[in-house]
């Protein structure tokens, strides 16, 4: 139970964050990686790429070295790339 607890207040801790951006009129390049609330099956958050290009390439590496196809993905929520199994 006290990890439930741990784990909602830092979601709610991003999704203020993500308040706080989503309100600013300044729109940069740089993505935080921070700042995406997506989770996997485990509940872990998902890394979130900035550009196709780094998801691409991080997609491809896994493949080369674990033999694990990836598909890329855009981030429902947020500006970004996700990587996930076929």
């Not at 993500?18 to 890394?47: A, E, G, P």
Request: glycine fraction near 2%; aromatic fraction near 12%.
């Amino acid at each position: 139970m006290k990890r439930l607890k741990k784990e909602l207040k830092e979601i709610k801790k991003r999704v203020e964050k993500r308040k706080k951006i989503s309100y600013s009129k300044k729109i940069t390049s740089n993505v935080d990686l921070n700042y995406c609330l997506c989770q996997d099956r485990n509940y872990q958050f998902k890394t979130l790429y900035s550009t196709q290009r780094d998801a691409e390439r991080v997609a491809k590496f896994i493949f080369d070295t674990q033999g694990v196809n990836l598909k890329i993905y855009p981030c429902p929520y947020s500006i970004g790339w996700h990587l996930t199994k076929y």
